[in-house]
């Protein structure tokens, strides 16, 4: 059995899978990754198909090592990789030997980012998902981040070709699309007006359950408690502080704060990967939009992964979000 050993890794690296489905109403919230199509693509590039499991990181990958050849690939943004010196590109997969480390270093311009290898990661399942659920200690490895001397078990793998795609897959630069409510109607008009003309700062006040937002205070005229009720990925809670907090993978499956929209899910990617410091607009779509921007992201998504190329022979392939 091949043995992936962690000799240094970064904060908040966890094992991570598509996550669990169908357990909100027993007050088990999806997990799964931040950023799901840089997730696919990696596990793609090494010719993984259907829920297999890797490695998320934020900011910093680490020191890896592996006990039998391995195919792996790194996505989730533009960053420095190395294995024995040799500098090798993202968004590719490449072949590791027993003996060799791979460095992977600190993400440009983006949070999150994936290691994934041939096969997958090999755990048992947690009702029905792999996904580390930090909060409960659920999943995983033991429940818990990564650290080093940690040893995975990889599970045998089927691809042995190193794939490619040339470019990354492009996020949009527009402003973060929001579907409005379920409580919009705490929020006045004017006060939804102001939502969507402020420039919002990413707060340093974030991990996989939410992110804060800095900047415009946003006021619910008709209070900011509710009789708790059932949130999604998205959510955009309102509390006294007038601070919008936007509820992540890891979130909890009910509320008691107003939400004055929801992510659309095709943008929710994006926002999980926009720096600490960087600036954020909101534009208000409605539900049918959302859903018809989300289909069409997908049908993008399909077409990187069904266009991979065995390097050298490598042509332009691009995904562009809508």
């Not at 791979?102 to 998902?129: K, M, T």
């Not at 974030?206 to 209070?223: F, P, S, V, Y």
């Not at 009910?254 to 994006?270: E, F």
């Amino acid at each position: 059995m091949n043995v992936l050993d962690i000799h240094q890794v970064g904060p908040m690296a966890t094992v991570q899978d598509l996550g669990r489905k169908g357990l909100h109403h027993a007050g088990v919230s999806g997990c799964g990754p931040m950023d799901t199509p840089s997730f696919r693509i990696a596990n793609a590039l090494v010719g993984n198909h259907g829920n297999a499991a890797a490695l998320e990181f934020a900011g910093v990958g680490g020191r890896f090592s592996v006990s039998q050849p391995a195919l792996f690939s790194v996505t989730g943004g533009d960053v420095s990789i190395r294995l024995d010196g040799t500098a090798l590109h993202p968004w590719e997969s490449h072949r590791m030997e027993p003996g060799q480390q791979l460095h992977i270093g600190a993400l440009r311009d983006c949070v999150w980012g994936y290691l994934a290898f041939a096969g997958g990661i090999d755990l048992p399942s947690v009702l029905g998902s792999l996904s580390t659920h930090l909060r409960s200690g659920v999943g995983g490895l033991d429940g818990r981040r990564l650290q080093a001397g940690d040893r995975l078990s990889l599970h045998e793998a089927h691809s042995k070709n190193e794939m490619a795609l040339s470019g990354m897959w492009r996020r949009s630069v527009r402003p973060i699309r929001v579907v409005p409510g379920p409580q919009d109607d705490y929020f006045s008009a004017e006060t939804r007006k102001t939502f969507t003309q402020a420039d919002f700062i990413v707060s340093a006040a974030r991990d996989r359950m939410a992110q804060m937002l800095d900047g415009q205070k946003i006021h619910a005229e008709r209070g900011h408690d509710i009789v708790s009720d059932g949130t999604s990925a998205g959510s955009i809670q309102v509390p006294s502080s007038g601070r919008p907090i936007v509820l992540m993978a890891e979130r909890q499956t009910t509320g008691g704060y107003p939400k004055i929209g929801t992510v659309a899910s095709v943008d929710l990617p994006r926002l999980a990967q926009v720096p600490s410091g960087r600036s954020v607009r909101f534009n208000y779509v409605s539900q049918d939009e959302a859903e018809a921007l989300l289909i069409s992201e997908r049908a993008a998504l399909r077409n990187v992964l069904g266009n991979l190329v065995t390097k050298p022979n490598r042509q332009n392939v691009r995904g562009d979000m809508p």
